[in-house]
């Protein structure tokens, strides 16, 4: 059995344990050498990080080649179009190549957890919300693939990798389980 730690990291952390500056870290939340991050959230990004002390099941995570998915809902600019939806769905060009086809879909407005700070709002312009799930993991990818068919991300956030979701932790809270 190995130890897997779900946690609803929080806008503003580094996913790193050592401190280089005045940000918050996982060690803010976290007093156990033994666990290490699965992967990266931007700082910018909210949502589930998995952590775990088994260097395997790290590798079952983040490797590419077992293309987990990951599950992300993006606050957009406007309300996003079908077109947009459809690009998503078939794959964008981005400055490194073309994504992978990814699945997605538009959402209402999820019940999330406040984020400190907000997004900026504009009363003249709506936004609106997108579920995306990818199996690549290039860097900043779902903010870049919403850019790039012209609703960038106001607010990110990844809500299930693989089986494992991120419902009932508050940001900042953590559970742990055993796989």
């Known amino acids: 059995m190995s130890r897997l730690i779900l946690f ?4 503003g952390v ?12 996982l060690a803010d939340f976290f007093n ?29 995570i983040t490797e590419p080649k077992f293309k ?29 190549g073309f994504t992978a086809p990814a699945q997605v879909r538009k959402l209402t407005e999820p ?4 984020r400190t700070p907000p997004i900026r709002y504009r009363a003249s312009i709506p936004t609106s919300w997108v579920e995306l799930v990818i199996s690549e993991g290039r860097n900043r990818q779902v903010r870049r693939m919403t850019a790039a068919v012209g609703f960038p991300t106001l607010r ?16 900042g809270e953590w559970r742990e389980i055993w796989v």
Do not use: M
Request: hydrophobic share 35%; net charge negative.
């Open 8 to 11: 609803n990291k929080p806008y």
């Open 14 to 25: 580094l996913c790193q344990f050592r401190r280089t500056d005045d940000k918050p870290t």
């Open 32 to 60: 156990d050498p033994t666990i290490h991050p699965c992967g990266r959230l931007d700082h910018d990004s909210e949502g589930l990080l998995l952590l775990t002390d088994d260097g395997k099941l790290n590798s079952r």
């Open 68 to 96: 987990l998915p990951k599950t992300y809902w993006s606050q957009v600019d406007h309300d996003i179009s079908e077109d947009a939806i459809w690009q998503l769905q078939r794959g964008v060009n981005l400055n490194d």
């Open 111 to 114: 019940a999330l957890w406040p």
């Open 156 to 171: 990110l956030v990844r809500v299930q990798i693989g089986d494992w979701r991120i419902d009932g932790l508050a940001a």
